[in-house]
């Protein structure tokens, strides 16, 4: 009940033919595995640059900036398409953090079967 009156009163963003160029970009930088992504928290930014540094591109609540080393431009945006990249990129990171800690957990656990096994063969039960 609760997700009909969300969908009632508060709609999903659809994106608008001058915001698609732009959303394309960020998918793109956002799909690629090499980007990196960068969140700044005391002026509330993301942004996003190709592996090659060739693009960057700012996301704040208020506007979209995209950059190259030759060209630059600004747009102004709804405030709800900022949150919908938000929630994506937050979304990405998210997923990306579960991964690392996964893999950190690991070889948490290979260092510490490792780590056992050399001890148990330094040891002998003579010397206990």
Not at 3 to 18: A, C, M, R, V, Y
Not at 107 to 123: G, S
Request: glycine content about 0%; proline content about 4%.
């Amino acid at each position: 009940m609760m997700n009909i009156l969300q969908k009632i009163f508060n709609p999903e963003h659809k994106i608008t033919e001058e915001e698609q160029p732009f959303y394309d970009i960020f998918i793109a930088l956002l799909l690629n595995p090499e980007s990196k992504i960068m969140y700044i928290p005391i002026s509330d930014k993301w942004i996003l640059i190709s592996k090659d540094e060739k693009f960057f591109f700012i996301l704040s609540a208020q506007y979209i900036k995209f950059t190259n080393h030759n060209y630059y431009t600004e747009k102004r945006i709804d405030p709800k398409f900022s949150q919908k990249l938000n929630r994506i990129l937050e979304q990405k990171v998210e997923k990306d953090r579960l991964k690392y800690e996964e893999e950190i957990s690991l070889n948490f656990q290979l260092l510490v079967n490792n780590a056992i096994k050399e001890l148990n063969n330094e040891n002998t039960s003579e010397d206990i």
